[in-house]
Structures are given as C-alpha cells and as structure tokens.
C-alpha cells in the first residue's frame, strides 16, 4: 500500500466549477500536511500547507483529518490556469523528508 | 533569488555511461534533497542532506547511485554505469530549517534518458 494515495483522474471541469480532491495516508504519525502544484514538465511548486482546523487561500480551501487520516483541497470558480496536477504531501513519522502522492489530474476547459 | 539551480535539463546518453547531475540549492537553506520523477513510481525521494551531511539516503535504488554535497553551494547525484530504467525526471530541492511550513523549493529538474 503506498503511503500517499490520490485518485489519479483527470478531473475535467469547466471553468466556474468546484472541484474536489481527496488524499489518503497510511502514517498516522505524520505531522504536516501540504498540497502541491506541478505544471506539465514543470517542478512542483508550495501551494498551500494543510492545518488541523482548516484553512483557506481565496478560492483554495484545504482540510484535514486526522482520525480518518484523510486530506482534501476543494477549488471554487476554476480557472483555466488552474489546469495542473496537484500533489498530496506528508512529512513526519520521524522523517525530514516529504513523501508524495502520485498526483491528481485537474483540467479546466472552457 | 535565483531559486535552485540544476544543470544540465536535459541529458541524454547510453547504457553504461557515466552521468552527473548538478545541483545550486537556495543561499542560506541548509536542507538538499534530491528526487526522482517516473510515470510508474510518481515522485520519489533519493537522499537528502543537512548542513552537508548525508542524512538519509534509504532511497537510493542501488550502489550505481551515488550523491556527494561537497559544500553548502553545491551537490551532485552520479549514475555509474547508467541503465535504461534510470530515465526520469530529477529533482534536486531545497529549504530552510525553522522555513515557513518547512517549504521546500524545487529545481526545474534534469530530464535523463538512457539508451
């Protein structure tokens, strides 16, 4: 069992939609939570850490569970330049390191 | 800032040949890791280094691996010999301690193929 699971998709939605992810863990003693943001043939890039009560980023809101070690990003109003793959990323269980989800496929057309 | 700098993008070579990744991490950030990106195995952590020193190198598939960080500036991941289930797409990373939600910032990656 990988220790980051993601639906892989795509997701294909017009723009205005929201769109849902959901991220699962095996470690439950993962301390922090991240979601990242890659571009085709892009590096990965921050975009939003996930907090124990939630939290939200204007139209990005991230949420965390922690008895069901489960973690979600939902996108209000997409945009096209929201098209991306988003990873669900963990670090903890005594590790520096981040682990990674295999990623979820978003694709906003018109 | 420069960000992290990663040379070269783009590298192409032959079974058996030697191949070095080159790797600038962040001014100041004392946290290098290196990874490695397939469609089969998504993105995977090889080694990764604190203030120089190899700290955790469980990832590394096998003894063609190797990776040195000779100073706080500079980093290298060596192939050698070089297989055809090396291509990938790696990535050196880098941050901070005490860093804002101990972001790590990527490189734009070496894009390896191995005939």
């Known amino acids: 069992r990988k220790e980051v699971e993601q639906d892989p998709g795509p997701f294909n939605v017009p723009e205005g939609a929201t769109v849902a992810f959901n991220c699962t863990y095996s470690?439950?003693?993962?301390?922090?939570f991240f979601w990242y943001r890659q571009d085709c043939r892009k590096e990965p890039k921050l975009l939003m850490s996930?907090?124990?009560s939630g939290n939200e980023d204007g139209r990005f809101t991230a949420q965390l569970n922690r008895a069901s070690q489960y973690i979600s990003l939902l996108i209000r109003d997409s945009k096209l330049s929201d098209s991306a793959t988003y990873l669900c990323?963990?670090?903890?269980?005594?590790?520096?390191?981040?682990?990674f989800g295999s990623g979820t496929r978003l694709q906003v057309q018109p | 800032d420069a960000g992290v700098i990663q040379s070269p993008r783009h590298e192409v070579t032959e079974m058996g040949q030697e191949v070095t990744l080159r790797c600038k991490p962040i001014?100041?950030?004392?946290?290098l890791f290196w990874y490695r990106q397939t469609m089969m195995r998504g993105l995977e952590l090889l080694i990764y280094?604190?203030?120089?020193?190899?700290?955790?190198d469980s990832g590394m598939p096998e003894d063609r691996f190797s990776a040195k960080m000779p100073n706080a500036s500079f980093s290298t991941l060596k192939i050698q010999p070089s297989e055809p289930r090396d291509s990938a797409v790696y990535f050196c990373?880098?941050?901070?301690?005490?860093?804002?939600?101990?972001?790590?910032?990527f490189g734009p990656g070496t894009r390896l193929t191995v005939l």
């Open positions: 001014s100041g950030h004392d946290y």
């Open positions: 996930v907090y124990s």
């Open positions: 990323v963990v670090k903890g269980g005594g590790r520096r390191a981040l682990t």
């Open positions: 280094f604190n203030n120089n020193v190899p700290i955790d």
């Open positions: 990373a880098s941050s901070r301690s005490g860093g804002r939600g101990n972001e790590q910032f």
């Open positions: 470690n439950s003693a993962s301390q922090s």
